[in-house]
């Protein structure tokens, strides 16, 4: 396992956000799972210190972060336990549950209040 520090910079950032990618399938209670959630912790504090929310709906934020970690709608599924339900938020045709919402903010570090806001369905 690296030595990890708070993320200073760009490049380290990117070096962490590098290292969590090639580590994120880790077993959970394996040296890696540990710097897995620890890498997590520093990138979110990282974003949260660089970066302001930009102004999207729930549903293209949690896209965006869903690209951001490399993760597809299965990844998602597999957290929340429906792929159905899933498929049906992420195509704008069912709202965010509570459920999600919690779920969804843990594992993409996306605030809760991101999720929250009002957006529109497709009929």
């Known amino acids: 396992m690296s030595d990890w520090f708070f993320i200073e910079n760009e490049s380290e950032y990117q070096k962490a956000m590098e290292r969590f990618q090639e580590i994120k ?5 394996s040296m890696e799972y540990r710097e897995k959630m620890l890498l997590a912790h ?8 660089t970066s302001s929310l930009p102004e999207l709906d729930p549903i293209e934020f949690i896209k965006i972060r869903m690209e951001d970690f490399g993760y597809k709608a299965t990844d998602l599924a597999r957290a929340y336990g429906d ?3 899933v ?3 992420l195509n704008y045709k069912q709202p ?5 919402i919690r779920k969804f903010s843990e594992i993409l570090h996306i605030p809760v209040e991101a999720l929250i806001k009002e957006y529109k369905l497709q009929s």
């Open 87 to 89: 498929s049906k938020v």
């Open 42 to 49: 520093l990138i979110d504090r990282y974003e949260d210190k």
């Open 83 to 85: 792929k159905g339900t």
């Open 96 to 100: 965010l549950s509570l459920t999600m």
């Open 25 to 29: 399938y880790a077993e959970k209670g």
